[in-house]
């Protein structure tokens, strides 16, 4: 999960109070996909040395954590809600969109006309804060199985059997799979990482 206000970070930095500016809206902003943190530190270090800080408020990646089974671990990672998007609260005017615009692996804005962009409303952000929350306190997986779902073996002894996901067990991360071995449906239990959807 990721704030950068220009004076706090962390999880305190989601709270809505903003900065005392009543003029602050959110904008999104379009970035190379990948280069999200990039682009929020990037901003964060031009408003510094514009001396602009009175006309940004929070700056926001929005992330998720993910449960994802790697040789055998448990690894909680991040993922990105939005991949390629940066939300900024700030003040819209000719020098605030200039920093932003030419900020370094920053595309443009998203919606409105070309140089006066449309803010979203306090509403949809407070949703994507709230997941991100949720995503902090309940991980989701990064893959999610259903039952009848059909994959196929990538790992072990049963490497390249088609089968059918008959149960699907989250807090091991585990599914039992009915394969067909000489003419036979047969359940084997394999962990996600031996899975992959076909």
């Known amino acids: 999960m990721t704030t950068t206000p220009v004076e706090t970070t962390g999880a305190e930095a989601l ?18 996909s990948g280069m999200e943190k990039a682009v ?10 514009s001396g602009m800080e009175t006309k940004f408020g929070r700056i926001l990646v929005p992330t998720e954590e993910v449960v994802e089974m790697k040789n055998g671990q448990r690894k909680t990672t991040e993922r990105r809600l939005f991949p390629g998007y940066v939300f900024v609260e700030m003040v819209m005017d000719d020098d605030t969109w200039h920093l932003v615009k030419h900020t370094n692996k920053v595309t443009g804005f998203v919606g409105g006309a070309k140089n006066r962009p ?4 306090e509403d949809e952000v407070q949703k994507i804060v709230s997941q991100m929350q949720e995503g902090t306190e309940k991980p989701r997986h990064k893959v ?14 049963f ?27 047969t359940p084997v239990e394999l962990e996600f990482g031996q899975v992959e959807k076909t």
Not at 41 to 49: A, D, F, M, Y
Not at 118 to 121: C, D, Q
Not at 163 to 175: D, L, Q, W
């Open 118 to 121: 449309a803010p979203i409303s």
């Open 159 to 185: 490497t390249d059997f088609n089968g059918s996901v008959e149960e699907v067990n989250y807090e091991k991360s585990r599914v039992r799979v009915s394969v067909m071995i000489f003419g036979r449906s």
């Open 40 to 49: 929020e530190r990037n901003i964060v270090e031009r408003i510094g040395r």
């Open 15 to 32: 709270a809505p109070a903003a900065s005392g500016n009543p003029d602050l809206r959110w904008y999104i902003v379009h970035a190379y």
């Open 144 to 157: 999610e199985f259903m039952v009848g779902e059909l994959v196929r073996v990538k790992e072990g002894p």
